[in-house]
């Protein structure tokens, strides 16, 4: 082919009767041209509906590269997509959809002529009542009607709309539906112009099923002529319309639009009617009639007739080799003493048949309408007929073969992708079958691009000497089909290069590119490439869900084993590969190992304050430098929460372990940004090193946990390694909190209260409440025995509400008793009520419930609670005080606190720790820093309240310092509500 010259062509379908024929005539124009073509077909691979009644929705700009202008079958494309390729300068040629906007030819059937021949044949007939039936939405029906209109008028016949009878598609089913509705009309016709041959074959199925005989009771005439139509009862009168001499005509005009020739307008191509018997024809008329030459010579036109297509659709040549062949078979049946003696012998005759069966594009029914005619003709000519049903059989069998093998391909091609190819993108399985080439261009990313960005990646390429090895580089749809392909085509040979889209239903995958032969022989939408199209898209379809299905399986593996949010192992892959340490450790050549557990201090306060998002950013750095600290045969695994695990593998001293928890507390200490700020965090870590007690890992965790538990007691950032001694003191720690749950329920703890006085009088302003327990067993505990585990475990949240509560209940027991005004009890919130619990809803709920009187409830939070995040700290206080709450910063000066964050919260008191009051008088940093915080109220207009004091020389120095309140030994130890109110009363 020209590489310079390629026709291209916007198909709905590529295949049958119409669509095929109209590309067996562009490929055939393009041959002599010495041009491609590349036929593309518009709609989606499998489509079975094959009415286009709407353009369709093709965006890409498939083979623009290559190909030079376009032919546009019906209604491929939309107006924006061709206006999009005529702006690029290629010329464009319609077939039977005009687009006068655009102003480029358009190439029709002549449908006025054949229908007025129609028309005229069946008025000579006699019929006056003449119907027409069709499917009008279609442009070629439309205007074969309102030819009808004009043929009937030109007789004098004015048209009966009661005579229109609407099909609602073209083919079977849309005649079968105008047959029904002739017949509710009480079938008001004699005779029934048809639109299509398909229309006309269901017309003929419903009125002979109700017992109509055709043509006696309804003429009909069709139009198209299909291959159907010679063997239909009776054989249908028809319509010839030359698809192959449409298509030539249009790629004729567009090669003329390319060598620069104006190009615009309609071009009518011929058509012409052909005489059967459903119009009330019999065969021998054509023979008997007063205006019919000779009739041997009559003979040889209708055969010349049955042959060609239409006048003008065959070259010159063509034509004459048609009348030649015509004429010798019409001699070979002459039976007059003249013609006896000029009678062809058999061989010529056989030749003669055979070249009319070649240009008759070897349709057996052509070789049925000559025994037709020659039946009719009325002579003795068995010999002939013979050597036609010969042929006819012969060319059946050879159809039924081919289509045998047809079907057969198609077989092992459909079960070959359906039950799985390993690569059906490789196109391994075009061996299967008879094509010169294809070509799979898949969708870069595998999903449709956009338009500004639509590439394909030659995913698999086959040649009939087999598959190509030769890789190919992506290219942008514009270019595809490759150059590889294309050199394959051969119009000459009927070999054009045929562009599918691999696209069915919401998959679209590319274009599969195949160099096969034009066919015109099967159904609409049943070309062998646009049934391996759809069934790639399936196979494809397949693998994409059965990779899919792998991705989640895989999805589901790891959401099993790791975790999803830092990417870790999870409990149960640490859990695995510590069974394996241990089976391999209890081997004699078995190696070391130590588990690590670390947990998170202040993760909490961290969540809450700055939101869970915080939260898992801090997880997820950490476990970053957790991975960044071991080495590659370490296993680190977050465990759950904020606590994570490490697996030491291979642990040759009984010191490394440890060494690793300090490079771990190094690396952890440095401070982490989260939403803009700094953030502090340390990890309590315990350690157990592999010894042969332990055979499950069950218990070697259990033991690390007890270390780290062990070390978060002492200090937190702290490690520990495991003793048995901790395993005891565990067990104690696990008593107590199940013996803390059900002291909650029975009522155990009790409410102790410490005067908090006037330091120059002694007189009782106020109390601390503390918590002490009454164990059934072990009598009364102090804080010290059991706050540490509430904290640890959290039960500290229910234990501080039900102390506020009982505060609030005794103050107002208190009041309503005749206590005196400004009394106050303070009561201490720890760091897991304050930032972990409803501490302002508890603390509502208790005033609410209990009304003691505004001011009287004073909450006491530590110095290292609020500085932990000073904002979000900065609210809950608010919160309080909007409550009626005072609030005192308990243990000052044993945290670290700016003097502008003091200023900005709303506290009402500072108690100075009782580390310093003890010290007061012997040791002089003490007194300093006593007195820089009592200055520092003072300023700040706080009341100083001094904890500890046990002597009088302490509350003497206190005093000369300016602190106005204490509470110590000095004045009494913590005592029950009743002794108390005993005091408030003798102080009153």
Not at 23 to 35: D, T
Not at 157 to 173: G, H, K, M, S, Y
Not at 440 to 466: K, N, Y
Request: hydrophobic share 45%; proline share 5%; charged share 20%.
């Amino acid at each position: 082919m020209s590489p310079d010259l390629t026709l291209g062509v916007l198909s709905p379908f590529l295949g049958g009767w119409y669509y095929g024929g109209v590309l067996a005539g562009i490929a055939r124009a393009a041959a002599a041209a010495g041009a491609g073509v590349v036929a593309i077909q518009t709609l989606d691979a499998g489509t079975e509906h094959i009415e286009v009644t709407e353009p369709s929705d093709l965006t890409y700009p498939v083979a623009w590269q290559h190909v030079s202008g376009f032919v546009v079958v019906l209604r491929a494309a939309t107006h924006r997509y061709l206006a999009a390729i005529k702006a690029t300068g290629r010329p464009l040629v319609f077939v039977s959809h005009p687009m006068p906007e655009l102003g480029c030819p358009v190439v029709m059937p002549d449908n006025r002529t054949g229908i007025t021949e129609a028309i005229d044949h069946l008025v000579a007939h006699g019929h006056r009542r003449i119907g027409f039936a069709g499917h009008l939405p279609t442009a070629d029906v439309r205007e074969r009607y309102d030819a009808y209109c004009q043929a009937l008028a030109g007789h004098g016949i004015e048209p009966d709309p009661r005579l229109l009878f609407a099909a609602t598609t073209n083919q079977v089913d849309g005649g079968e539906q105008a047959a029904r509705r002739m017949l509710a009309a009480g079938m008001p016709a004699t005779a029934t112009v048809v639109a299509t041959d398909e229309n006309a074959t269901g017309i003929m199925d419903v009125l002979t099923a109700a017992g109509l005989r055709l043509p006696q009771d309804q003429a009909l005439v069709g139009f198209d002529d299909l291959r159907s139509s010679s063997y239909l009862v009776p054989r249908l009168t028809t319509v010839r319309q030359p698809m192959e001499m449409i298509g030539r005509t249009a790629a004729e005009t567009l090669l003329a639009a390319l060598r620069g020739a104006p190009a615009d307008g309609q071009i009518l191509v011929p058509t012409s009617l052909i005489v059967r018997e459903s119009c009330g024809c019999s065969g021998d008329v054509a023979f008997h009639t007063d205006t019919a030459p000779q009739p041997h010579r009559r003979l040889a036109d209708l055969i010349a007739i049955a042959v060609s297509p239409v006048h003008g659709s065959l070259s010159a040549a063509e034509s004459a080799d048609i009348v030649h062949s015509a004429a010798v078979v019409a001699r070979a049946v002459e039976d007059t003493p003249a013609a006896v003696t000029a009678r062809p012998s058999c061989e010529e005759v056989r030749l003669a048949l055979e070249l009319l069966l070649r240009l008759s594009g070897g349709r057996p029914e052509a070789l049925y309408e000559i025994a037709h005619l020659i039946r009719d003709y009325g002579r003795p000519a068995n010999g002939v007929l013979l050597m036609l049903m010969e042929m006819r059989g012969r060319t059946l069998f050879q159809d039924s073969v081919r289509l045998r093998e047809t079907l057969t391909a198609q077989y092992e091609v459909g079960m070959e992708l359906l039950r799985g190819h390993q690569e059906p993108a490789r196109l391994g399985w075009m061996r299967r079958t008879w094509v010169r080439a294809g070509c799979f261009g898949l969708w870069s990313g595998g999903r449709p691009p956009a338009l500004s960005d639509a590439t394909l990646e030659t995913a698999g390429m086959f040649l009939s000497g087999g598959n190509s090895t030769l890789p190919l580089p992506a290219q942008p749809v514009s270019e595809f089909p490759p150059q590889l392909l294309r050199d394959q085509a051969d119009p000459a040979a009927n070999l054009i290069v045929f562009v599918v889209p691999v696209k069915s239903g919401t998959s679209d995958w590319g274009y599969l590119a195949v160099v096969d032969v034009v066919s015109s022989v099967g159904a609409t939408g049943r070309e062998p490439f646009n049934q391996w199209a759809a069934l790639l898209a399936v196979a494809l379809d397949r693998q994409a869900l059965l990779k899919e299905s792998l991705r989640q399986k895989e999805q589901l593996r790891i959401a099993a084993l790791y975790d999803e949010l830092t990417g870790l192992p999870n409990r149960t892959l640490f859990l695995d590969r510590l069974r394996q340490a241990i089976r391999q450790s209890r081997r004699r050549t078995g190696r070391p190992f130590g588990v690590l557990f670390l947990d998170l201090d202040g993760f909490k306060v961290v969540n809450d304050s700055l939101g869970h998002s915080a939260g898992d950013r801090l997880l997820k750095q950490v476990a970053k430098r957790i991975r960044s600290t071991l080495r590659e045969s370490d296993t680190v695994a977050r465990f759950g929460g904020d606590e994570f695990l490490v697996l030491l593998d291979d642990v040759t001293a009984p010191h490394t372990p440890a060494q690793v928890a300090e490079r771990l507390h190094a690396v952890l200490a440095q401070p982490f940004h989260l939403h803009g700020q700094d953030v502090v965090v340390t990890a309590s870590i315990g350690i157990t090193l592999s010894s042969r007690r332990y055979s499950n890992a069950e218990d070697l965790l259990r033991d690390a946990d007890i270390a780290m538990y062990s070390a978060k007691s002492r200090h937190k950032g702290r490690h520990a390694v495991f003793d048995v001694a901790m395993h005891a003191k565990a067990v104690t720690r696990l008593q107590i909190e199940t013996e803390l749950r059900q002291a909650l329920d029975n009522g155990e703890f009790e409410v102790h209260y410490q005067p908090i006085v006037l330091l120059r009088s002694g007189q009782t302003k106020g109390f601390e409440a503390l918590i002490r327990w009454r164990h059934p067993l072990r009598g009364l505990l102090s804080p010290a025995e059991f706050l540490p585990i509430a904290e640890e475990t959290g039960l500290i949240v229910p234990i501080g509400r039900w102390i506020v509560d009982e505060c609030c209940r005794q103050l107002a027991a208190w009041y309503a008793a005749g206590a005196p005004s400004g009394l106050s009890v303070a009561v201490n919130i720890s760091n897991r009520q304050f930032w972990g619990g409803n501490v302002i809803d508890d603390i509502a709920e208790a005033l609410d419930r209990h009304r003691p009187p505004g001011g009287s409830l004073a909450v006491e939070i530590t110095e290292g609670v609020v500085m932990e995040n000073v904002a979000p700290a900065r609210d809950i206080l608010n919160m309080l005080h909007e409550l009626g709450c005072q609030l005192h910063v308990d243990d000052f000066g044993t945290g670290y606190s700016s003097l502008e964050a003091l200023h900005r919260l709303p506290i009402d008191a500072l108690k100075i720790d009782r580390s310093f009051v003890w010290q007061i008088n012997t040791d002089r940093r003490s007194g300093e820093l006593v007195r820089t915080i009592v200055l520092m109220g003072r300023n700040l207009g706080l009341d100083l309240i001094a904890e500890g004091i046990e002597t009088e020389q302490q509350r003497a120095h206190l005093l000369r310092l300016g602190c106005g309140y204490g509470q110590g030994f000095l004045f009494s130890k913590p005592v029950v509500a009743d002794v108390a109110y005993t005091l408030l009363r003798e102080d009153a």
